[in-house]
């Protein structure tokens, strides 16, 4: 059983940066982890993953070029640094992790309870 913890989220101004945190109870070595959103009466989005091997991949172009997922195994740690963010970055933040997991939110068995994050123009 692995647990999840984000940390991180506030308050941001446009343009401004966020680094969140999300921090696993056990090792996550072997776990694929991501990082996915929800903004206000929509559905969760997923922002991207990295691979066991330290491969991010992203999942939507918005963040493209803006948000940077890495990993710290050692840490048992996962980062999300968001730069040059936008009001419409809004949301609640979660990370996510599975050995093998992939695109969608039902490929991962392992959820943190989320952190909110607040853009302001």
């Known amino acids: 059983q692995v647990r999840l913890l984000e940390s991180g989220g506030g308050l941001a101004q446009a343009g401004g940066s966020l680094r969140l945190s999300c921090a696993a109870s056990a090792r996550i070595s072997g776990y694929t982890m991501a990082w996915f959103r929800q903004a206000p009466g929509k559905g969760r989005e997923s922002i991207g993953s990295?691979?066991?091997?330290?491969?991010?991949?992203y999942s939507v172009d918005s963040v493209k070029g803006r948000f940077t997922i890495s990993r710290d195994n050692a840490r048992n740690t996962v980062y999300l640094q968001m730069n040059s963010l936008k009001p419409e970055d809004t949301g609640v933040y979660y990370c996510a992790g599975q050995a093998g997991g992939g695109t969608y939110a039902g490929t991962y068995g392992y959820w943190g309870q989320g952190t909110q994050v607040t853009v302001s123009s």
């Open positions: 990295i691979s066991t091997s330290g491969v991010a991949t």
